[in-house]
């Protein structure tokens, strides 16, 4: 199976700044089969991003993905206080598909 | 708005049996293929269990086959997973989860929308 190794593990960052998480595949992704979640405590996942840089349905522009094969980045790039949460990255190019462990990004 | 609520969730002893639903509401349920998902108290993401949209093809975690079973019900909008000889370690809230597309295929998608989870405790 694919592993996903997401780092850093925890990111301490001040809103209003940039925020560059990153997701790196034991093997190649191919055709871009990777996608990004958020998750606030007590909630489900959310689909930020799929396709590694298509943009769901109602995330805003501030949060864009971009990579190929084996690295991938999440970037939002000026914090909100409700960004502050845990992102997973997901691989779906082969079965099972896998997640990352997670980057837990908090307010400095 | 979508929504995806699971139930069925409790506290089992170990080698007991639960069965978790999730219902579905204001969303395509038949057309598309359905997933459950797991997470431990503390941790990360676990895909579980996924079924197309006409029950043909059915996949399992290497942890969980033999022991669960997934199914639905599209005329009841429904997702099923019976889980049998539970252990301690399949304690975690479980979420069901729509595929992201319709074209994807062999159990690997992206999921678009999630449901808020029910928690499964296994005790004694």
């Known amino acids: 199976e694919i592993v996903l190794t997401q780092s850093p593990g925890t990111l301490s960052l001040s809103p209003g700044e940039r925020a560059t998480l990153s997701c790196r595949a034991s093997?190649?992704?191919?055709?871009?089969?990777l996608a990004w979640y958020q998750q606030k405590p007590g909630q489900a996942p959310r689909l930020l991003i799929y396709?590694?840089?298509s943009r769901a349905t109602g995330i805003p522009d501030r949060f864009s993905g971009s990579g190929s094969g084996t690295d991938f980045t999440l970037t939002i790039s000026r914090l909100e206080p409700e960004d502050f949460a845990v992102y997973y990255c997901?691989?779906?190019?082969?079965?099972?598909?896998?997640f990352g462990q997670g980057t837990r990004l908090e307010i400095k | 708005e979508v929504q995806l609520v699971e139930s069925g969730g409790g506290l089992v002893k170990p080698g007991g049996s639960l069965r978790l639903s999730c219902a579905a509401s204001?969303?395509?349920?038949?057309?598309?293929?359905m997933n459950w998902v797991r997470q431990a108290p503390g941790k990360g993401l676990e895909w579980v269990s996924s079924?197309?949209?006409?029950?043909?093809?059915?996949y399992y975690a290497d942890s969980v086959k033999g022991r669960f079973t997934i199914s639905r019900d599209n005329a009841k909008n429904s997702l099923y997973l019976q889980m049998n000889s539970l252990r301690a370690e399949d304690t975690a809230v479980y979420y069901c989860?729509?595929?992201?597309?319709?074209?994807?295929?062999?159990?690997?998608?992206?999921?678009?929308?999630w449901g808020q989870g029910t928690l499964v405790t296994v005790s004694s």
């Open positions: 989860a729509r595929d992201g597309n319709l074209y994807c295929s062999g159990g690997t998608c992206f999921y678009d929308y």
């Open positions: 204001r969303i395509t349920f038949g057309s598309y293929t």
């Open positions: 079924i197309s949209s006409g029950s043909s093809y059915i």
């Open positions: 093997q190649s992704v191919s055709s871009s089969f």
């Open positions: 396709g590694a840089s």
């Open positions: 997901q691989q779906y190019d082969n079965s099972p598909i896998t």
